[in-house]
């Protein structure tokens, strides 16, 4: 699986490319034939063989985002492959981007790892599953390789939690850790007026922190991904009696 790179290209198979991993650099805007011709039909073809894959992608310091019809192209590969997915790892990605990655955990099979600029060896490795398995040195390095990664996304972290950081939502957001919740449901538990309500559940649902359905004239809420979840998790555990 060769690609012969163009000063031109935007996306770019590397060497390291194996039969069941595709390790590729993203460079520039990327454009819809460079993304089709050096990702999407080479992860195809190691789906078709493997009946999964493995992706290693490294942003480039110049990388500067998607055209549009590349982007569409993008998403499409998504819906089509992303349940196949057994290890992605990310290579100094873009803080929009490791956000959407995790509110869209949901749709992604297997694991995703972010790895910061000069760290391509330690991407490598563990996309490829060479890393040591046990031992004190390699749980130090995975435990500097999650800080760096919280490092990475500490404004997104902050953001998040500056908007969870109120008694009220996080009231309402205790209630949702139970399960969906309809307005009047919430009013009740919570103990608030619909219009205060409202507005708290307005900005969470802008965050991406809660998510809805309609069912009829109501309209349900839920929390929005199990990253969420988890987060919910942990606080429980930090503060049950």
Known sequence: MNNFKNATDTVIILP???????????????????????FK???????????????LIHHLPDFKGWEEDAADLSMQTVIESAKYGRRRAMINAPEKFILMQKMSGEVFGGETRYFGPGQF???????????????????????????????????LAAGLLKVMANDKRLMILCKLYEGEKSVKDLMVSV???QSALSQHLSLMREKRIVKTRRDKQSIYYSLANQPIEDLMRVLSQIYKS
């Not at 993203?26 to 993304?35: A, P, Q, S, V, Y």
């Not at 890393?131 to 404004?155: D, H, P, T, Y």
Request: net charge negative; hydrophobic share 30%; proline share 1%.
């Open 16 to 38: 390291e490319t194996d039969d069941h991993t595709l390790c590729v650099e993203l460079t520039g805007l990327i454009r819809r034939e460079d993304f089709r011709r050096s």
């Open 41 to 55: 039909e080479p992860l195809q073809k190691i789906i078709e063989n493997n009946g999964f894959y493995d992706v």
């Open 121 to 155: 060896q330690a991407a490598l490795n563990w996309v490829k599953g060479r890393e040591q398995k046990g031992g004190r040195a390699n749980a130090l390095e995975e435990r500097r390789i999650e800080i760096e990664q919280v490092e990475n996304s500490s404004e």
């Open 191 to 193: 103990g608030m007026e």
